[in-house]
């Protein structure tokens, strides 16, 4: 019997006296000793992407698992419905927020709000950029840096350093977009023979990608371009759609590289269509809660918490595809 079958128990033996008891006091676990659930706002980016899809997936289930009263709520790619939900939360007087920022700047406010009413913050795959960081508990999430770098050793790799590439960047002001770049870039100065010769938001949606690939692909010189960089897997599969109707061979005439790391990805490659994956996890969940429940309990918890993942390749992808969990 669980929890909750618990609290319905004791409401329908005790009337409207012992009612107001357990109401105040709350549910009782099975060794009866009175037990409160925890209760985490979380505000998801939307449901833009593969990886976003599996995100919530894991957020969700893993709040289940632990019997955590989950608030979630979807900003559907807008930092407004986003600051809406934390003010929300806030009201509900949860227990803690964390929320996958839309974008990295225009949280400052909400937070300090959050601050305020005593509520914990801890931040899910994206960061924010804040003068103050204690803000905010924890982030944890990829090195989105790092993952930019590895798409552009990647780049060089297939290339032998000799790239015209045309990028499909995230949403514009999110830091995967921004940090993904970066890195990208970096790592691109040391190779003189390899730019970028056309770049543009395809907002992490494979709808998106395969409309600005059309695009790129009816530029003057679209030519030139010998490989796509996309800084994830969903538009990166909307631009094969894009060169196949084009008459180009995706991953023979322009060699492609993205992240994430999702089961579209592993198939693409199978097939030749795609070259290389840079894996971004979005199974948080497990490691989210656990963040989430120290901090709940007022312990110290580090407050930048980085996932590990790898890279793969075209030659990889049938062995790992039966594998891949998302
Ligand atoms: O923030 C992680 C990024 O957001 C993923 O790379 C992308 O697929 C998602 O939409």
């Not at 409160?36 to 505000?43: D, E, H, I, N, T």
């Not at 992407?49 to 807008?78: H, P």
């Not at 419905?81 to 929300?88: G, L, T």
Request: with cysteine; proline share 4%; hydrophobic share 40%.
């Amino acid at each position: 019997m669980n929890k909750r079958t618990i609290f319905h128990r004791s409401i329908s033996l005790v009337g409207l006296s012992g009612l107001i008891a357990v109401v105040v006091t709350g549910a009782f676990a099975e060794d009866n000793k009175p037990s409160k659930k925890l209760v985490v706002g979380f505000s998801q980016v939307g449901a833009e992407s593969g990886w976003r899809t599996a995100n919530t997936e894991s957020i969700k289930s893993e709040a289940a698992k632990r019997g955590v009263d989950l608030r979630f709520s979807d900003a559907q790619q807008k930092e407004e419905n986003q600051i809406k939900a934390i003010r929300s939360f806030i009201a509900e007087g949860v227990d803690v927020i964390a929320f996958s920022p839309v974008v990295e700047t225009g949280f400052e406010p909400v937070l300090q709000e959050a601050k305020k009413a005593g509520i914990p913050v801890v931040l899910s795959d994206r960061a924010v950029k804040v003068s103050d960081p204690s803000l905010y508990k924890c982030f944890i999430g990829s090195d989105f840096i790092e993952e930019g770098r590895r798409a552009a050793n990647e780049v060089a790799k297939l290339t032998g350093g000799k790239a015209n590439v045309a990028e499909l960047v995230g949403t514009v002001g999110s830091a995967p977009a921004i940090d993904r770049k970066k890195g990208f870039e970096e790592v691109m100065a040391k190779y003189p023979d390899m730019k970028i010769i056309m770049s543009q938001s395809g907002d992490f949606t494979r709808a998106k990608g395969k409309e600005v690939m059309e695009a790129f692909l009816k530029a003057p010189n679209a030519k030139d371009i010998n490989v796509l960089f996309a800084h994830n897997d969903d538009m990166a599969l909307g631009a094969i759609q894009a060169m196949e109707e084009a008459g180009i061979k995706p991953g023979v005439d322009i060699k492609i590289v993205s992240i994430d790391g999702v089961r579209g990805a592993f198939e693409a490659m199978k097939d030749g269509k795609l070259n290389v994956t840079v894996e971004c996890n979005p199974l948080l969940g497990p490691q989210l809660f656990d963040l989430i429940e120290a901090v709940a309990a007022g312990k110290e918890v580090p407050h930048r918490v980085v996932t590990q993942e790898g890279v793969y390749e075209q030659s990889q992808a049938a062995a790992e595809l039966p594998k891949r969990q998302y």
